[in-house]
């Protein structure tokens, strides 16, 4: 039996997740919202942070039921992401590592995702589409690594869908993304909007511009609404990671993909990539808020099935990294393809 803490705190959410042998015995979480039209700074995400991770933590303890004489190690999310929220949980689970006696694991916040996505799914060796407000990857595993076949070469899809939330003072409560989600649903006029596809790799900034600059001329000549600009942001840009994700199934020869970060929450995603997945004969794995948005959970399986493969990380070496990319870790806990 291995118990393993783990916090996450890369972005605007900060979690404290607590997992034992493939069962997730808590995952409190906390999300640093902003007003309608801005965006969350590092600076302010951090002081979220800190005001909250301690009580996380105590939470997290009491819903699992469990004391820290009872965890084995201590995860935190080493990168990537947002420099000083990433510093706020890597002292938090520095200081509790040695007031425990326990490791420590610094997680990459991508594999964490994929590994509770392979964790709650059960998918076995699918190809993963990354997609969050800092991150979209299109991944397969090969050879000791999360190999990564194409990716955004300018901003993350979330970051353009939360971009556009502001041009429209969406609320961000729950998320930019959701709402623009259930509005999309009110949509019906499909707007042309650029659609940016480099072999592999896909582009956001072109489209993004374009709709920033359109949006309100179009809405106030009444040529769409608000709602069909939504719905036609959602179309155009699923269409483009689904088509990326079918070209690296067919490449790897793969019959399952796997969605995980958070926009993987997106319903019409999930649905146009099992509409791809049926076609091919392929099977669809997702999950829901719970697990798909980040959580402390999720860098813990990650950190027990690392902690499990004999790795741990020394303290002079638990510095955290905005850059780090999922194709950078050895992947030493699973068995060669």
């Not at 409190?28 to 951090?46: H, K, N, W």
């Not at 699992?64 to 706020?88: E, H, Q, R, S, Y």
């Amino acid at each position: 039996m291995t118990i393993v803490i783990g916090f996450e705190g890369s972005a605007n959410k900060i979690g404290v997740g607590i997992v034992k042998d493939g069962i997730v015995l808590s995952n409190p979480r906390r999300t640093y919202i902003t007003p309608a039209g801005q965006g969350f700074l590092p600076r302010d995400t951090a002081r979220h942070h800190r005001r909250c991770v301690l009580d996380l933590t105590t939470e997290a303890l009491q819903l699992a039921a469990v004391n820290p004489l009872d965890i084995d190690c201590v995860a935190f999310t080493k990168g990537p992401g947002m420099g000083a929220p990433l510093v706020t949980v890597a002292i938090v689970a520095r200081t509790l590592a040695q007031l425990w006696g326990r490791p420590l694991l610094g997680v990459n916040h991508c594999v964490g995702h994929i590994e509770m996505g392979r964790m709650v799914t059960g998918a076995h060796n699918p190809t993963v589409l990354y997609v969050s407000g800092g991150n979209t990857q299109v991944i397969a595993y090969s050879d000791r690594r999360y190999r990564i076949f194409g990716e955004t070469i300018d901003v993350a899809v979330g970051n353009c869908l939360d971009r556009f939330a502001r041009v429209l003072k969406i609320s961000n409560d729950p998320s930019p993304g959701y709402n623009i989600e259930q509005m999309a649903k009110r949509g019906h006029v499909f707007v042309d909007l650029p659609y940016c596809v480099k072999g592999m790799d896909v582009s956001f900034s072109g489209i993004l511009s374009h709709i920033e600059e359109a949006a309100d001329t179009m809405i106030a000549a009444g040529s769409c609404t608000a709602e069909d600009l939504c719905y036609s942001l959602q179309e155009t840009v699923f269409a483009m990671l689904v088509e990326t994700t079918e070209r690296a199934m067919a490449h790897g020869g793969s019959d399952q993909v796997l969605i995980v970060g958070g926009v993987g929450c997106n319903q019409r995603l999930q649905e146009m990539m099992r509409d791809m997945c049926d076609q091919r004969g392929a099977t669809l794995f997702a999950t829901d808020e719970r697990f798909c948005i980040d959580n402390g959970a999720m860098i813990a399986q990650a950190g027990w099935e690392m902690f499990r493969a004999g790795q741990v990380t020394a303290l002079e070496e638990s510095w955290i990294t905005q850059r780090y990319r999922t194709d950078d870790v050895l992947v030493t806990w699973r068995d060669q393809p």
